[in-house]
Structures are given as C-alpha cells and as structure tokens.
Nanobody
Framework: QVQLVESGGGLAQAGGSLKLSCAAS????????MGWLRQAPGKQREFVAR????????TYADSVQGRFTISRDSAKNTVYLQMNSLKPEDTAVYYC???????????WGQGTQVTVSS
C-alpha cells in the first residue's frame, strides 16, 4: 500500500500562483508514476500532469502546459505541482495519484480544493 497526503490548496486570484504538495509513504519503492488529476463541480476527473518517478520525465494536459510544473523531491518521496497564471477554470479539487508499473492498483490522496477567483 502507498499512502498519499496532499497539502497546499486554497484560494488564489486569476493570474496568481499556488503550489500543491503530495507526500507518499508506505511501499514507495513500488511507485512508477506520480501525478495530479482534478475534478471540477459537475465534471469528470481529468488528467493534469504526471511524472515517471525514476526517470523524472513529465507529461502535461494541454490546458495546463506552460503554466503548471510538476516536480519531485525523491529524498522526501514528495511530488509538487507549481501552478502559475491561474485561471478561474482551474478551480477544482486536485487529487494526487500514484501507480506502480502496470498501472494497478491506483493510489489516491484525499484531494485538496483549489479555487481561482476572477
């Protein structure tokens, strides 16, 4: 099992910045990817960003490319999401996700609310 604890959500104005953190514990050597998804009210959960943990390579959704940056601190088993140039449409609950090689099972954090006002 892998446990994920998120922090760093909150309220920001459009054009502002927030940084999310997700600390992993438990069977962390099994983690192959860590990333972020989000779910806005009335919408399906959607992919935001992902990192291959060992290689450090990253992938972003088109909607956040160039504005959000995913990074890691391997010593702390923590992944971050730096969100810049925030837009009201970025408002959502952001979830941290970890997966092993093969993608199953998926581990989830509890979610953290990000609200961007116009």
């Amino acid at each position: 099992q892998v446990q994920l604890v998120e922090s760093g959500g909150g309220l920001a104005q459009a054009g502002g910045s927030l940084k999310l953190s997700c600390a992993a514990s438990g069977r962390t050597p099994s983690v192959y990817t860590m990333g972020w998804l989000r779910q806005a009210p009335g919408k399906q959960r959607e992919f935001v960003a992902r990192m291959l943990w060992a290689a450090g390579s990253t992938t972003y959704a088109d909607s956040v490319q160039g504005r959000f940056t995913i990074s890691r601190d391997s010593a702390k088993n923590t992944v971050y999401l730096q969100m810049n140039s925030l837009k009201p449409e970025d408002t959502a609950v952001y979830y941290c996700q970890a997966t092993p090689l093969g993608g199953i099972p998926q581990y989830w954090g509890q979610g953290t609310q990000v609200t961007v006002s116009s």
